[in-house]
């Protein structure tokens, strides 16, 4: 009995040890699931601030290069159409005006403009905004003047037209604003919509979570989010946007992160520049710096109240509010906007009913850029990719400066789609599915001024002006010419224009003709350049030989495999637009090839010079010798086959140019020059087919409506020392006297003048001086009409 009491007494000892014991592991266990929890709250506190950091404090963003045009340079004494100033304005977009008091603005009178400029900083110097005072005489600027400090200025460059990008694999794209060059009320609509207590909270909103959590409660499924901008931020630069716990989880510390390590300003910059705002083809548009460029043309600093309440409404659901769209639901979002403002005394009433009384005002193109030229931005990727890796060019935002003439773009883009839509329509079926490229530089420097690529001058597709490989046809006969003039040719010299058969290596007889099909006989050489006649052409290039015509090419600008075949001297030749205007080029620079550029300058997003493209030349052909052939080539628009362009063109204009139709009429070119324009233009079908017109009816006529449009200066060719005029007789190529008829004057190389003269009866002297005065006076009345 005692043992079974001993026994009894230590078990009821131990069960209260048992209790005691339970209770240390269980607080044990919350300890240590306590430092467990701690520890893993710190690392991921260490890790989700070391994501925070390294995207915030590195290459936040994947900038695409942006890529503008030549700047418009504004000087006394320039010609400068005001309607052409107010076309690149328009490019520009400024805001057309009855006073320009702010950046952006201008104002237009019968001789005077005034504009209120923005200001750009190029890569050499700084131009500031100014208050410009422009003065004009008809088509010439008389005077420049800065009211602002009241004196003429020498030369003020407007900022360049921003044509388009480089954008990366993502397809977004983004203009940077600084937070202090934000439009006014940006900030505190966005404060006021978004996140009243942004200044307020840690990163994340408790209050605004709960109100989250019982709207979501009641609707049974995840609506509404109570994400602050910090939040909205940390979800666009880090994580999907898709509404699940896991990803709200995970946005919490990171928010949490953000805004212990950065300054609220720098958080609300970089908002400003990521959120997603709307979309522009297969390009994503972020940020209120590009949105501002894509809704309303303008740039960010310039919005007013009712913009930036578009804006600011468009966070909600850029598709959903899209103005473009949905023109009602966007206003209503809008106004909300500004009501708000005004409810919270960031506006005042008069500037709310005012701002609620606008329009939406945004732009119909969903294109980015106004002047968005894709024929030209191929030609500059092209050049650029020889030098610079694909993903620089598209993520480091690099600038890049080209020499685009943003008028002559939109005039030869104009051209090409107006007299193919005109050709289609007087032909028919017969001039079905046309198409059409242009090239056009300034012969003076060898920059490329503009290009168009096809019918559809805005499609991003396959660039004929680039590509397009076709026969040339007689746009290879001024080579020829010019060859032969090295040879002792003169533009006097008889050629023969007859038949001429050629058996060629596989048997056929190759006989050309002449367009009309008729053979004139001998003409003088200027002569049958002018009327392109084929059969003195082909006569002439056997004589001097295929070697030398393909020398000649070689120097003028193709650097293609040339082959020595007798077609070549009718143009069977091969080539694309852009390497038939390095030939002309040559020509039209008296002999200096320079080859053809489109860019300046390229700059890092800094404005660092990385490279520069400086003005190149070297002298290929002697200078007498261009200069008769560039004498000849007049002669092809004053009496050849391209006069009738002079039925639209001033008399004055002197230009140089040359016809050209491949076999079988399936294609038609023509090249033509001035003092300050080159432009070659190409018409034809893709297929290859057939066309109902010429080079006269189809290239000539746009390559006419460009220069219509373009006003350029006239051609007049200095005459080099070797250089002097005679007159000789268009039949024969002898000399002759300027009364006689059928003579014309010549220019000739020094010491190749003809030394025979022809009689044609001026001065035929008589037999008997005793013979009537009658009869010798009727022998002068005869020849009036020889």
């Not at 003269?757 to 008589?766: H, K, L, N, T």
Request: charged share 25%; proline share 5%; with cysteine.
């Amino acid at each position: 009995m005692p043992k079974k009491r001993v026994q009894k007494s230590q078990s009821r000892r131990r069960k209260p040890q048992k209790r005691r014991s339970f209770k240390t592991y269980l607080l044990g266990l919350l300890i240590k699931l306590g430092v467990l929890f701690s520890v893993f709250c710190v690392v991921l506190l260490i890790y989700v601030d070391g994501q925070v950091r390294e995207k915030f404090e590195g290459k936040r963003w994947e900038l695409p290069a942006k890529v503008y045009s030549r700047p418009l340079e504004l000087y006394a004494g320039q010609t400068l159409p005001m309607d052409s100033l107010r076309e690149e304005l328009r490019l520009l977009g400024y805001r057309f005006v009855a006073s320009a008091s702010r950046a952006g603005t201008a104002e237009f009178a019968s001789s005077k403009v005034r504009i209120f400029t923005r200001g750009f900083a190029f890569p050499d110097e700084i131009e500031p905004s100014r208050q410009l005072l422009l003065e004009f005489s008809g088509s010439r600027l008389q005077r420049v003047v800065d009211e602002r400090v009241g004196q003429e200025v020498a030369l003020v460059r407007l900022e360049p037209v921003q044509v388009g990008g480089i954008y990366p694999r993502s397809n977004e794209d983004r203009d940077l604003i600084r937070l202090e060059e934000a439009p006014p009320y940006l900030k505190e609509a966005l404060i006021v919509v978004e996140d009243r207590e942004y200044y307020q909270h840690f990163g994340i909103s408790p209050k605004g979570m709960l109100r989250a959590m019982v709207v979501n409660a009641r609707a049974g499924r995840l609506i509404q989010g109570g994400s602050t901008l910090t939040q909205q931020l940390i979800k666009n630069f880090y994580l999907s946007s898709d509404r699940t716990l896991s990803r709200k989880l995970l946005e919490l510390p990171m928010a949490i992160a953000m805004d212990f390590r950065y300054d609220k300003d720098e958080i609300l910059e970089a908002y400003l520049n990521e959120v997603y705002l709307g979309q522009s083809g297969v390009r994503a548009v972020h940020g209120f710096g590009l949105a501002s460029q894509f809704y309303f043309g303008r740039p960010a600093a310039e919005l007013e109240i009712h913009q930036v309440a578009l804006m600011v409404a468009l966070v909600k659901g850029p598709s959903f509010y899209d103005p473009r769209r949905n023109p009602e639901r966007a206003k209503a979002r809008r106004d909300l906007v500004i009501n708000m403002l005004a409810d919270h005394s960031h506006i005042s009433a008069e500037e709310r009913d005012q701002a609620l009384a606008e329009p939406l005002g945004v732009r119909e193109s969903r294109r980015l850029h106004t002047g968005s030229y894709p024929a030209y931005l191929d030609l500059v990727k092209r050049q650029l990719q020889t030098e610079y890796r694909d993903e620089d060019l598209s993520t480091e935002g690099l600038l890049i400066f080209t020499s685009l003439d943003p008028l002559a773009q939109s005039r030869a883009d104009s051209a090409v789609s107006k007299v193919l839509a005109d050709l289609e329509q007087r032909h028919g079926e017969r001039a079905g599915n046309l198409e059409g490229a242009m090239v056009v530089t300034d012969p003076r420097t060898g920059e490329v001024l503009a290009l168009v690529g096809g019918k559809d001058t805005r499609f991003e597709g396959f660039n004929r002006g680039l590509d397009a490989r076709r026969p040339v046809g007689s746009l290879i006969k001024p080579a020829i010419y010019l060859a032969a003039i090295e040879q002792g040719y003169t533009l006097a010299s008889l050629l023969k224009d007859e038949p001429v058969d050629l058996r060629m290596p596989n048997g056929d007889i190759w006989s050309p003709q002449n367009f009309d099909r008729q053979s004139h006989g001998d003409v003088i050489l200027v002569t049958a350049l002018a009327r392109s006649l084929n059969q003195s052409s082909v006569h002439l290039g056997l004589d001097i030989g295929l070697p030398k015509i393909i020398d000649m090419l070689k120097r003028l600008g193709v650097e293609r495999n040339i082959q020595a075949l007798p077609s070549l001297l009718l143009g069977a030749q091969e080539m694309t637009p852009m390497e038939i205007t390095e030939v002309y080029q040559t020509l039209a620079a008296d002999g200096f090839r320079m080859p053809l550029r489109s860019i300046r300058m390229v700059t890092t997003a800094e404005g660092e010079e990385l490279s520069r493209y400086p003005f190149q030349l070297r002298q290929q052909v002697g200078a007498e010798p261009i200069y008769l052939i560039r004498h000849a080539m007049q002669e092809v628009g004053r009496t050849g086959t391209a006069r009738g362009a002079y039925q639209r063109l001033s008399g004055e204009l002197n230009f140089a140019g040359k016809t050209g139709t491949s076999n079988d009429q399936r294609d038609s070119w023509f090249a033509g020059f001035t003092g300050n324009r080159l432009a070659v233009v190409w018409v034809g079908r893709d297929d290859n087919q057939q066309l109902p017109f010429t080079s006269t009816g189809g290239a000539l006529p746009v390559w006419t409506e460009f220069m219509h449009q373009d006003h350029p200066e006239p051609l007049i060719s200095r005459r080099p020392a070797g250089i002097e005029s005679a007159w000789i007789d268009e039949r024969t190529g002898l000399l002759s006297d300027p009364m006689c008829e059928g003579s014309r004057q010549l220019p000739f190389i020094t010491g190749t003048v003809p030394t025979i003269s022809v009689d044609c009866g001026q001065f035929q002297p008589r037999s008997d001086p005793g013979e009537p005065e009658e009869q010798d006076s009727g022998g002068w009345f005869r020849n009036l009409f020889r």
